[in-house]
C-alpha cells in the first residue's frame, strides 16, 4: 500500500458520544511524538454536512479555522495544540464528502457503468482517502508522517458510522496486522445509588464493535475516579484482552495530564510492541514540558479574570479555542484564569425594561473584571450589548481585545460616541447607515460560487514601529494569521479616525484591509481582524491574547520594558 509503512491508529468511541475520543486521540499522538516519531492525525465525523462552516456554534461547538481556509471539526483544534502540527482541511472526513466524490466520480462515468453501493465504492473511497492524507506532511520540515491517528466521529453502532468501520475492517488486512490498531474509549458509569463501577456498557459497546470486525487492542476506560482493580479485571476477561491493554482514563484537573496518565500505563510500550515500532527509550523531554505545565496549572496562586461578552455563552465549546488561548496565556503569567461568560443582550437598555435581575447581573460581571474579550461571532443579536461593553472598556480604561466582529463594533462604538456619527454601523446589520464604517469586502475567489468569506492564512503587515502589538509579536514585520469574515472596516474612513488617536497600525499586503487597531492613551485597547487563537499553543501563547492577560494582571508595562520577556517563575 506504501512504500515506508505508515502507521495507524484508530480511535473509536462506544456508549456516548462526547467521551473525550479528542483529547485521547492527541494525547495518544502527543506521547508518541515525544518518542520521536513524526505523527499526523484525521477526524471522522459520519454527519452528511460538507464541512462544520455551516454549523451554529451550539450544534457541534466552534468551527475551527485551518491555515488553507478549511472550517473543521473543534477536534482538529485540540490535534493541531496538542501536537504542534498545521493541518489542512482533508485532515477532517465526513460523510458528506466521501459520497460527493464518489457521486461526482460516478457522473463521470468513472464506473464503467457498474452498480454503484456502499460497500466496496464507498469504502474503498473511505481508504483511499486516508492514506492518501496520512501521508501529507504536516510539520515545518515537510517530511512524510511515521502514525496517523484517526479518530471516528460518534458511537459504535450508530447507523451513520457503519461504512467507516466496515472500510476499517477491510483496512486492517489490507495494511497488514502490525500496521494499525485500535483503540477502544469507553464510558465506566458510576452510578451514585451504590457508588460502584459498572462494566455492563463498555462490555456490550465492545461486543458490537467485535461483530462489526473490529478488535480492541486498548480499551480506555473514562471513568470519574481512577478504576479499582477488580473492574480492570472484570473488563479483561469478559472484552477477551490481557488487563495491561485496559487502560484508565480517570477526570484530572487540566487536560495537560491526559498524556501523562496514558505513559505511566504503558501505552507507549504496548504500542511499539504491538506496531512494531522501533522507539528510543531516551528520556522523554517533550512530556517533561507538559508535566511541568500541568503542574504549574495546579499551583496557581493568582487569579485573573477575564469578562467573555459573546452571544453563545450557555455553551462553553462554542468557545473552545478562545478559551483554550486565554489559558495558555494565563500559565504563561502563571496566573489562574477566571472566565465570566456575559450574553451582550443582557448588557443592552431593553434587558434593564424585561429582566432588570440579569442586566444588573450582567453589568456586575462585566465591572468586576480584570479584562474585556469580545470574540467574533455572527448575526445583530446582542451586537448593541457588545458596543457598551466596548465603550465602558474604552471609558473606564480597561484592557480590551476585540476579535473579528469585536474590533469591528470597536470601530462603531468610537465612531459613535467620539466622532460623534450616531448611526454608525456596519453594513451588516444596518445597510441603510449614513456612515457605514464596516462594509462587505468579500474576497473574490474566481470561478468558486458561495465563496465569498475571506478565509484562511492571510499576511498582516505592520504600518507603524511604536505599536504594542508588534512588540507583542517579537517585533515582527508582518504575521500570518487566520480569517474567517466577510465583512471589513471601511477603508476610506480611516483618515477621520487616525485624527483622534483610534489607530490602524496593521494592515493587508495592499493596505486595503485594516487587520489591527490601537488606541492611543489607553492601557490596552487592541483589535484584530483576524482570530489569533486558532494559532495559540501551550508553550507559545497567542500575543494579542497574551497582552491582554499581560495588562488585566497590571504586568503588560514591564513586561514591554524587558524586551517582552517573562520573568522566571
Known amino acids: 500500500y506504501q512504500s515506508t509503512m505508515m502507521k495507524y491508529i ?68 485540540n490535534y493541531e495544540r496538542f501536537l504542534d502540527i498545521r493541518l489542512t482541511r482533508d485532515n477532517n472526513l465526513t460523510t458528506g464528502k466521501i459520497y460527493q466524490s464518489v457521486i461526482n466520480k460516478e457522473r463521470r462515468g468513472d464506473y464503467l457503468g457498474k452498480t454503484v453501493q456502499v460497500v466496496p465504492h464507498i469504502t474503498d473511497a473511505i481508504q483511499e482517502w486516508v492514506v492518501k492524507q496520512a501521508g501529507v506532511p504536516v510539520d515545518d520540515d515537510d517530511v512524510e508522517p511515521q502514525v496517523c491517528v484517526i479518530e471516528l466521529g460518534g458511537t459504535v453502532g450508530d447507523i451513520e458510522s457503519m461504512p ?115 522507539i528510543e527509550t531516551r528520556p522523554r523531554k517533550m512530556l517533561t514540558k507538559w508535566k511541568e505545565m500541568s503542574d504549574r496549572s495546579d499551583r496557581l496562586l493568582e487569579h485573573c479574570s477575564i469578562a467573555l461578552v459573546g452571544k453563545y455563552t450557555k455553551f462553553s465549546d462554542s468557545y473552545a479555542s478562545v478559551i483554550k488561548a486565554l489559558e495558555h496565556s494565563a500559565l504563561a503569567i502563571s496566573h489562574k484564569l477566571e472566565v465570566k461568560y456575559i450574553d451582550s443582550a443582557y448588557l443592552e437598555p ?32 446582542g451586537t448593541e450589548g457588545k458596543i457598551h461593553a466596548i465603550n465602558w472598556a474604552r471609558q473606564q480604561k480597561k484592557p480590551f481585545l476585540g476579535v473579528c466582529l469585536g474590533m469591528q463594533l470597536a470601530v462603531c462604538e468610537f465612531a459613535r460616541n467620539v466622532l460623534g456619527w450616531k448611526d454608525a454601523n456596519s453594513t451588516e446589520f444596518d445597510p441603510e447607515s449614513k456612515h457605514p464604517v464596516v462594509i462587505d469586502m468579500p474576497e473574490h475567489n474566481p470561478g468558486q460560487m458561495g465563496g465569498t468569506m475571506r478565509l484562511g492564512k492571510r499576511r498582516t503587515i505592520f504600518k507603524t514601529n511604536n505599536s504594542v502589538l508588534r512588540k507583542l509579536y517579537g517585533d515582527a514585520e508582518y504575521v500570518d494569521e487566520r480569517h474567517r469574515h466577510r465583512f471589513e472596516v471601511n477603508p476610506e474612513l480611516k483618515s477621520h479616525f487616525e485624527e483622534r488617536g483610534f489607530r490602524f497600525v496593521g494592515q493587508d499586503v495592499e493596505g486595503e484591509r485594516m487587520e489591527v487597531i490601537e488606541l492611543d492613551d489607553h492601557p490596552y485597547f487592541v483589535g484584530v481582524q483576524y482570530h489569533p487563537e486558532f494559532t495559540s499553543r501551550p508553550i507559545k501563547p497567542s500575543p494579542p491574547y497574551l497582552g491582554l492577560l499581560l495588562a488585566a494582571a497590571g504586568k503588560l508595562q514591564s513586561y514591554l520594558q524587558k524586551g517582552c520577556r517573562l520573568s522566571p517563575r
Open 10 to 77: 484508530l480511535v473509536t468511541g462506544g456508549v456516548i458520544s462526547g467521551i473525550g475520543k479528542g483529547i485521547i486521540a492527541s494525547s495518544v499522538g502527543t506521547i508518541l511524538k515525544s518518542c520521536g516519531l513524526r505523527v499526523t492525525a484525521i477526524k471522522i465525523d459520519p454527519y452528511i454536512n460538507i464541512d462544520a462552516g455551516t454549523f451554529s456554534p451550539y450544534e457541534h461547538g466552534e468551527v475551527f479555522v485551518l491555515d488553507d481556509g478549511g472550517e473543521v471539526d473543534l477536534d482538529l483544534g
Open 164 to 278: 467507516f468501520i466496515e472500510a476499517f475492517r477491510q483496512f486492517q488486512f489490507k495494511v497488514k496486522r502490525e500496521n494499525f490498531c485500535n483503540i477502544h474509549v469507553s464510558l465506566i458509569p458510576q452510578p451514585s445509588a451504590t457508588g460502584e463501577q459498572k462494566t455492563k456498557p463498555t462490555q456490550n459497546s465492545v461486543r458490537e464493535l467485535r461483530g462489526l470486525g473490529l478488535s480492541p487492542d486498548l480499551i480506555m476506560c473514562r471513568c470519574s475516579t481512577a478504576l479499582e482493580n477488580s473492574v480492570k479485571e472484570k473488563i479483561s476477561m469478559f472484552c477477551h484482552v490481557e488487563p495491561e491493554q485496559v487502560i484508565c482514563v480517570h477526570d484530572v484537573s487540566s487536560i495537560y495530564r491526559v498524556p501523562l496518565l496514558l505513559e505511566n500505563q504503558g501505552v507507549v510500550g504496548y504500542l511499539s510492541r504491538r506496531l512494531n515500532m522501533p
Open 350 to 381: 431593553s434587558t434593564l425594561q424585561e429582566e432588570p435581575v440579569k442586566y444588573h447581573e450582567a453589568w456586575q460581571k462585566l465591572c468586576s473584571a480584570d479584562g474585556i474579550l469580545v470574540p467574533g461571532g455572527f448575526g445583530v443579536r
